[in-house]
């Protein structure tokens, strides 16, 4: 049980004592004085030099501490979730500078605050503002640090998407998949590649001897070994509901098969994606997101089954409030159609890309992108959610027999502004009439 709502600086001193044992000089050294709380023994990870954390456990608690430099004020956190994860207000110099929400139990996140500050020293007071104690829970923060982050110089980077590849793995002879692999492994310092996602159709069909399936293997081995993480949405091409010439493998059970994905799982693993935070299913990539940092900001790659299941959908909601300071991008096969419409058809799954955009890509403020494939060629949309947020969702599907697209996307976080382009360079083709650019995109950090 925790001590809750001492009246003063005073009384969190004999907390302390009476937890180290001896007198309040005994306790371990910490840069916070805290009132309303305690200094304790840390209980996340990585443990802080000290040694201690400061607990503060309701409205009336804060701690304040100095820190010289120059750069964003950071606090390094843990806090006890009930009902919503605890929330901090930082002032630094007297002046309110901003709030965040910590949203890990163990490990201690860094949660940058405010804008950045020019060299000196400078006094920050962190106070804990949305407590809640009930029968069954307790909301609590626990502080291991404060710290001056330094300036990000390198805001811009790029992530890449690509699109059906399901023509380009029908025999061992075509090249187009793993040339388009090898180039973005070659070029990843020139582009400043930090990601790579596919939205579905990897192979076309299934057959005994699985040749398809090692095409594409082959292929995703060139960005494991230059440690460029990826992930592979799973398209209707990828389950056992398409049969050997891409008709319906067993027309009475499409609904039931669809759904089988055993293959693909047996030759593309989370370990293989080299970023995977969480699944939805153990054991199966099918609905699983990956985080990644790139231009000072967090980011959070989603894929999604086609046509998900509402569990899905409701795992996923779970996932991105969970994660509110990563920007995130959700791949998955069908979603908007070949004229930048959202589709409203669920085809042979569960739910529709609609229901999806209703229900996850609309409600959160950091959901940023969505990209798909499965009909048309290559469109665009831009969508404002229900926080104001703008929603950029894209289209690439191409089914290229000659060449082998890819979409680039190039973000600058300081510029607040996104680039996409396309390029094949299997044939060096650029696709120029759907460049895309815009500004003002709303990063969260």
């Known amino acids: 049980m925790r001590m809750r709502r001492s009246g003063s600086a005073v009384i969190a001193a004999l907390a302390a004592t009476a937890l180290w044992g001896g007198t309040a000089n005994a306790a371990p050294a910490s840069q916070f004085t805290v009132v309303n709380g305690a200094i304790r023994t840390a209980t996340g990870t990585p443990v802080p030099a000290s040694g201690t954390q400061a607990s503060l456990w309701s409205d009336t608690s804060y701690a304040t501490t100095t ?3 120059s750069g964003r004020v950071a606090i390094g956190a843990i806090g006890d979730n009930c009902e919503g994860w605890p929330t901090v207000q930082v002032t630094v110099d007297g002046t309110v500078a901003g709030q965040t929400t910590i949203v890990s139990a163990t490990s201690y996140g860094t949660y940058p605050v405010g804008p950045a500050l020019g060299a000196g ?58 040339n388009r692999t090898d180039w973005l492994a070659g070029n990843r310092a020139a582009l400043d590649l930090r990601f790579v996602t596919h939205t579905g159709d990897v192979v076309n069909w299934d057959t005994p001897d699985h040749s398809q399936y090692m095409v594409a293997r082959n292929a995703m081995r060139s960005l494991e070994t230059a440690k460029v993480p990826y ?20 027309p009475a059970h ?31 990539v099918d609905n ?19 046509w998900p299941r509402t569990e899905v959908v409701d795992w996923a909601k779970s996932v991105v409030a969970a994660y509110p300071h990563h920007n995130v991008i959700v791949a998955t096969h069908d979603y908007i159609d070949a004229n ?31 990209f798909s494939g499965h009909v048309g060629i290559a469109g665009n949309r831009v969508d404002t959610g229900v926080h104001g947020n703008k929603i950029y969702s894209f289209l690439q599907t191409f089914h290229s027999n000659t060449t082998n697209p890819v979409r680039l996307v190039e973000i600058d976080t300081q510029a607040g502004s996104v680039r996409t382009w396309i390029y094949g360079p299997y044939t060096n083709q650029s ?13 969260v950090h």
């Open 67 to 69: 820190i010289d430099g």
């Open 121 to 178: 020293t400078h006094s920050v007071k962190i106070q804990f503002i949305n407590d809640l104690s009930t029968a069954a829970c307790d909301r609590n923060v626990h502080l291991a640090y404060a710290r001056m982050e330094s300036p990000v110089t390198d805001t811009k980077f790029s992530f890449a998407v690509m699109p059906d590849t399901q023509q380009e793995v029908l025999n061992a002879g075509d090249t187009r998949f793993k």
């Open 340 to 370: 930048g419409a959202i589709e409203q058809s669920a085809g042979y799954g569960a739910t529709s890309p609609q229901y999806l955009y209703d229900n996850l890509i609309k409600q959160y403020a950091n959901i940023m992108f969505v």
């Open 288 to 306: 699983s997101f990956s985080t990644y940092d790139a231009g000072g900001a967090q980011w959070l790659v989603m894929t999604l089954e086609l």
């Open 254 to 284: 499409t609904r039931e098969l669809v759904r089988d994905t055993t293959v693909f799982n047996q030759y593309f693993t989370a370990a293989q994606y080299g970023a995977v935070k969480g699944q939805f299913e153990p054991g199966k």
């Open 231 to 250: 992930s592979l949405a799973i398209g209707n091409h990828d389950t056992q509901a398409t049969g050997v010439g891409g008709s319906a493998r067993d």
């Open 431 to 443: 696709f120029t009439e759907y460049d895309r650019s815009f500004t003002g995109i709303g990063l």
